[in-house]
Structures are given as structure tokens and as C-alpha cells.
């Protein structure tokens, strides 16, 4: 038996554009998938996870990001016997958090270890297998997800290359909207409107901002990073991917004083984060106004094997 645990991700900066190539921001945070594989004797992958079980073939299509994490560690280890995952996770689901992302890299992992336990998987298998498993869930995902849970830390990322930042942990409030979001359908009405100039525009005013984020990061500024989190909700907003439970929960935020809030991964509903002095009083303020909120801390470890 091996367990394998990944963190979640907040995108702080570049949404959207980070899918045409340009660069984004992200953050591992401290709420974590974990995956527990068991050899089977039997040829089949048995996925327990929320009190349900699925079972598939060791190959064959499928619409499950974990069975095809495992489907692909398996051949990759030329398993013959199946396997058991048991998944457990703390990443809320469908909130732009990169839970799917966080179990795929989990699952990877373990099923590599269990198959292989003489040889340490590497970053860049697990990564690889994650991100085929992801384009279940997203279709063409950019590999921000998978590359943030794998590295972790925070990292400056341009679609197939991430570069980590030596930069401070942060305190971080999420508050969720309680909107379920839909990253692939988000995405692609934003893809539908590219043609645009104004949304062209809006695009690469964003990318301007996240290179300028970098350096606010690497400095450490807060009221630097707010301000930039802040703008980089304006062109969001223009590119039509926020909303109105985004927008109220943006306010309660600057309300009460953060530095900066904006929305964090697709929109459309999901998660927004705020940066504060006082994350304590944010959190507050949003649990006051009905919605779950809680702290996070950035900048957090990577994939990694559970005793």
C-alpha cells in the first residue's frame, strides 16, 4: 500500500490568458488530495472516493480522471495485476482550486511507487501522467494545475514551463461563492470572443500585469500585490468571466480593508481570494455574509509520499 498526497492551487494571477501561451501566477496552497493505492489480484481499477465506487478496465476508455491517472501509471509500470485508490481530499470540488489536478497528481504518484517500489518516480513522470488525465476533466488544459500540484512553492508559468519563485508565504483568504463553475465551458467562451479586439486587448493588458505581479512577489509587497490583483480583476471582469456573487464578495472584501481580491481560476462562479493584513477579519466578513470562507497559506510542498 503507498499513499501519496498533492496540493491544491490558487491562480494569483493570469486566468485565461495562461491557455494562449502567455504567462500566469499560481501558488501551491495547504489543503492537500491524498490517494492510497492497494494491489489487486484481479485485472480491474476499483476508485473509492465520496462513499462511491467505480470500477474499470486496466485499459479502454474512460470519463474519470483517476481511473485514467491509473490506466497510464499501470502501463508506464507494465503492471499486470489491478489496483485500488482510495481517494480523500480537502480541496473543495468545482471551485477553481485545482482539486481535480491535486487528485490526478496523487493518484499518479501512488500507483507509480506501488508498482515500481525499487525506483523514486520523478516529478516529470507524474506530471506527464497528471496531465493526461486532466484533459478528461478540461479538454486542453494548460498544465498550470498539474505543474503547481507536482513543483509546488509558487511559480511563474508559460504553457509547458514553470519557473519557481523564491517568494514569501502569504496568508490568503478564499471565500466560495457556492457557484459551481465549469472551467471547460468558461474557457472556451472566452476562445469563442479571441477574435475581438477589445477582448485581444484585455488579454494581453493581463499578461502585462502578471510579469509586473512577479516582481511584487519576488519583493514581497503587499499593498504591490494587492494592487495588482486588483487589476487584473478589472480585465477579467471585461473578458466576462466574472459574476455577480464574484463581485459582491470582492466588496465585502475591500470593505474590510484587503489590500486586493480578485477571482481565482476560471470564474463564473467558484472561489475568489483576498490579500489582507488582517485575513481573520476578511474571513469573518464573508462567513457573516453566508459564505464558507477559510485562510490558506502559499507557497506550500509539492506531490509527496505519506508514511
Known amino acids: 500500500m503507498i499513499k501519496a498526497s498533492a496540493p491544491g492551487k490558487l491562480i494569483l494571477f493570469g486566468e485565461h490568458i495562461v491557455v494562449y501561451g502567455e504567462p500566469a501566477i499560481a501558488t501551491a496552497i495547504d489543503k492537500r488530495a491524498y490517494a492510497t493505492a492497494t494491489e489487486l489480484e ?165 499578461s502585462s500585469i502578471v510579469k509586473k505581479a512577479r516582481d511584487a512577489l519576488l519583493k514581497g509587497s503587499i499593498s504591490d500585490i494587492g494592487f495588482l490583483m486588483d487589476r487584473n480583476q478589472e480585465y477579467l471582469r471585461a473578458l466576462g468571466v466574472s459574476s455577480l456573487e464574484i463581485e459582491s464578495m470582492i466588496k465585502i472584501a475591500k470593505d474590510r480593508g484587503a489590500a486586493g481580491a480578485k477571482l481565482t481560476g476560471a470564474g463564473g462562479g467558484g472561489c475568489i481570494i483576498a490579500l489582507s493584513n488582517k485575513p481573520e477579519v476578511v474571513k469573518k466578513a464573508f462567513s457573516d455574509a453566508g459564505f464558507d470562507a477559510f485562510i490558506v497559506r502559499t507557497n506550500q510542498e509539492g506531490v509527496r509520499y505519506e508514511q
Open 42 to 206: 484481479g485485472r480491474k481499477i476499483v476508485v473509492i472516493s465520496n462513499g462511491e465506487t467505480i470500477e474499470a478496465d486496466l485499459t479502454g476508455k474512460t470519463e474519470s480522471p483517476v481511473v485514467k491517472a491509473a490506466q497510464v501509471a499501470l502501463q508506464k509500470t507494465n503492471a499486470t495485476k489491478g489496483v485500488q485508490i482510495e481517494i480523500n481530499s480537502e480541496i473543495p470540488v468545482a471551485a477553481g482550486l485545482g482539486s481535480s489536478a491535486s487528485v490526478s497528481v496523487a493518484t499518479a504518484a501512488a500507483v507509480l511507487k506501488l508498482f515500481s517500489p525499487e525506483n523514486e518516480p520523478s516529478k516529470f513522470e507524474i506530471l506527464e501522467i497528471a496531465h493526461e488525465a486532466e484533459k478528461i476533466a478540461h479538454g486542453n488544459p494548460s498544465g498550470i494545475d498539474t505543474a503547481v500540484s507536482v513543483f509546488g512553492g509558487t511559480i511563474f508559468y508559460r504553457k509547458g514551463d514553470a519557473e519557481g519563485l523564491g517568494s514569501s508565504e502569504m496568508q490568503i483568504v478564499v471565500g466560495n461563492t457556492g457557484v459551481p463553475r465549469n472551467t471547460k465551458a468558461v474557457v472556451e467562451n472566452v476562445k469563442s470572443r479571441v477574435e475581438d479586439p477589445r477582448v485581444s486587448y484585455n488579454l494581453f493588458t493581463i
